[in-house]
């Protein structure tokens, strides 16, 4: 059985109600000043083409928005029309795959781009009275994302295929059964309407307690861990 791709989807699908879900999102960030932050970071010359940066940008964001790993979050872009609209991925793109976003994030991390990109986006809302900015409240938690390389064995070169600078993420879930997953923490600091505040990226054996002080802003009336 073989079709066109674009027998899949109709025009009228491609405006239906659902696909706006992010618009809002959209609308209340300047993503140009985000992406001038960005400008230090170079597009790859050799290689696969290399992503727009607010594209994998727009994708981490997701990732942490609904809680996916990356290879969650790259199955998703393939295959959920919101994603692609909100990372302007068209029907016929290419999708950056796990590894793709997983050294994404590092260079954020190494250029330390992260958190200045988190205090733009802090800097916009608080700007539109959408953050409160009294009486503020920090609740600090980790998000376990699992490393695109998580495999034991070794690579077709011979070099390990795990992800040298991830480690184990032990966590309890709501059964009471403890879930190991081989990655990073994502560390973060969220008010009570759920805007990330600050937001740190270790090795997944990093305890939060470590971050607590890369997390806290000084002016939190509670905080909750």
């Known amino acids: ?32 000043r985000l992406e001038a932050l960005m400008d230090e970071i170079y597009a790859s010359r050799t290689g696969r083409p290399s992503y727009p940066l607010l594209t994998l940008l727009r994708g981490l964001l997701l990732g942490i928005w609904y809680k996916l790993s990356d290879e969650q979050l790259a199955a998703s872009l393939a295959r959920d029309l919101l994603f692609r609209r909100f990372c302007r991925l068209e029907l016929t793109a290419d999708i950056p795959d796990a590894t793709t976003l997983g050294r994404f994030r590092q260079q954020l991390v190494a250029y330390d781009l992260w958190e200045r990109l988190l205090g733009e986006v802090n800097r916009q809302l608080e700007a539109q009275h959408i953050v ?61 309407d759920g805007f990330i505040h600050r937001q740190t990226v270790t090795p997944g054996n990093v305890h939060d307690s470590r971050e607590r002080d890369s997390l806290l802003r000084g002016d939190e009336s509670q905080l909750y861990e």
């Open 1 to 32: 059985f073989e079709t066109q791709p674009a027998l899949f989807v109709s025009a009228t699908m491609l405006d239906h109600p659902s696909l706006h879900g992010l618009d809002d999102t959209e609308a209340v960030l300047d993503w140009n």
């Open 132 to 192: 409160m900015t009294e009486g503020r409240v920090n609740i600090i938690d980790a998000t376990p994302v699992e490393a695109a390389q998580s495999g034991p064995g070794k690579g077709v070169d011979g070099s390990p295929a795990r992800d040298g600078e991830a480690g184990w993420h032990v966590k309890q879930d709501s059964r009471g059964k403890l879930k190991s997953t081989y990655g990073y923490s994502v560390h973060t600091g969220v008010d009570e």
